[in-house]
Every structure is written in C-alpha cells, then in structure tokens.
C-alpha cells in the first residue's frame, strides 16, 4: 500500500517545496529592495541632522554628535544581539534535552517487546532500565532545589 502511495506523496512534497523556494525568493527580492531604500532613507535623514546640527553648533559638533549617536546605538544593539543569543542558546539546549529523553523513551518502549520475549535479555534490561530510569530522573530534585531558592530570594 505504501509503495502505491509514495510516487504521489513524493510529488507532493516536491510540489510543495517548490513553492515554498519560489515564496523564499520573492521574500528575499522584496526585502532587498525595501533595504536599499531603507538605506537612502536613513542616509537623507543622517545629512537633513548634520545641517540642521551644523547651523546651531557648527559643524565639527555636529560631525561628533551624530558618529557618538551611531556609535551608541551600534553598542545598544550589540548588547541586544548577545542577550538574545545566549537566550536562544539556552532554549536550543532545553530542547535538546527534551528531544533526547524522548528519542530514550521511543527507543525502550519499542525494544521492550523484544526484551520480555527471551530471559537472558530481560535479566540484562532490568538492571539497565533501572540504571536509565536514575539517570532520566536523577536531575528533578536539584531543579526542585533551584526553584526552592529561587522562590525564597523573592520573599
């Protein structure tokens, strides 16, 4: 049955990859465009501040205020960059996590057939099951530690 079904699926998939490519770069031709024009906006306004600064503080003041001003806000979003990269670092490694411990269940619920089948496994499972289940479980009780502490600091 599933091979009746895959020339049709595959055409599917193919379709709707080829799609999502066109979709891709039309996004990408669009936004070029809008940062281009983004850019000669933003290169206007930078020259409209430097007159408008250089007729009231003159010129080399004017010069200085907007680099420091390009400078800060190069800096600002530096720190915003880093801060929400760890954060995303973070969160890839609490799903690693996730993902893994659920990949271990998977893979024991599907050997335990296989296991119970013959004695010589099952004595053999047992103890490694038990070792896996300490391990799966052995980080709860610190978790429930941090939050204890954590709970406590805001009091």
Known sequence: MLKLLTPFLTSVAAGEVGTAVNRIKRNALYMAVIAVLGAIGVVFLLVA????LSERYGPLYASLSIGIGALVLALI??????????????????????????????????????????RGLT????????????????DKPERRARRKRSAGDGT
């Open 77 to 118: 979003l530096f720190v915003i960059m880093k801060v929400t990269a760890a954060a995303a670092r973070k969160r890839q490694k609490e799903r690693a996590k996730v993902d893994t411990s659920a990949l271990l269940t998977v893979a024991a619920v599907a050997a335990a057939p296989a296991l119970l089948k013959s």
């Open 49 to 52: 501040a430097y007159i408008a």
């Open 123 to 138: 004595l053999l499972a047992v103890p490694a099951i038990a070792l896996g289940a300490l391990m799966f479980l052995g």
